[in-house]
């Protein structure tokens, strides 16, 4: 499976973005999807993560509230939609794709597929 992401760019704080992962292939909707993002200097961290049937997900304490993670089979499109955001939030994306179970959802290790990372700059 190849993940192509985009979406990232500028914007200020309290804007919103929406962030899109694209598959290339049907057996995406057999994967559980998640987001990860790095920051300047930091180590790669959870966001967001939804079952392969699209029926659960899960968010990092940071962003819960602010970003929703959903899927589109029918497109094999992952997506993140992301509404007031923080410079906090500056970061380079990351989408992933993965079939190991769901309990391990937030380690980088549970998903066998990457996307090539999008940026986003938040600014005050």
């Known amino acids: 499976v190849q993940l192509q992401a985009s979406g990232g760019g500028l914007v200020q704080a309290g804007d919103s973005l929406r962030l899109s992962c694209a598959a290339s292939?049907?057996?995406?909707?057999?994967?559980?999807m998640g987001w990860f993002r790095q920051a300047p200097g930091k180590e790669r961290v959870f966001v967001a993560a939804?079952?392969?049937?699209?029926?659960?997900?899960d968010y990092a304490d940071s962003v819960k509230g602010r970003f929703t993670i959903s899927r589109n089979s029918a497109k094999n499109t992952a997506y993140l939609q992301m509404n007031s955001l923080k410079p906090e939030d500056t970061a380079v994306y990351y989408c992933?794709?993965?079939?190991?179970?769901?309990?391990?959802?937030?380690?980088?290790?549970?998903?066998?597929?990457w996307g090539q990372g999008t940026l986003v700059t938040v600014s005050s």
């Open positions: 992933a794709a993965g079939r190991t179970v769901w309990g391990s959802r937030t380690s980088s290790a549970a998903y066998n597929y």
């Open positions: 292939e049907p057996t995406f909707s057999n994967y559980n």
């Open positions: 939804i079952r392969w049937n699209g029926g659960i997900t």
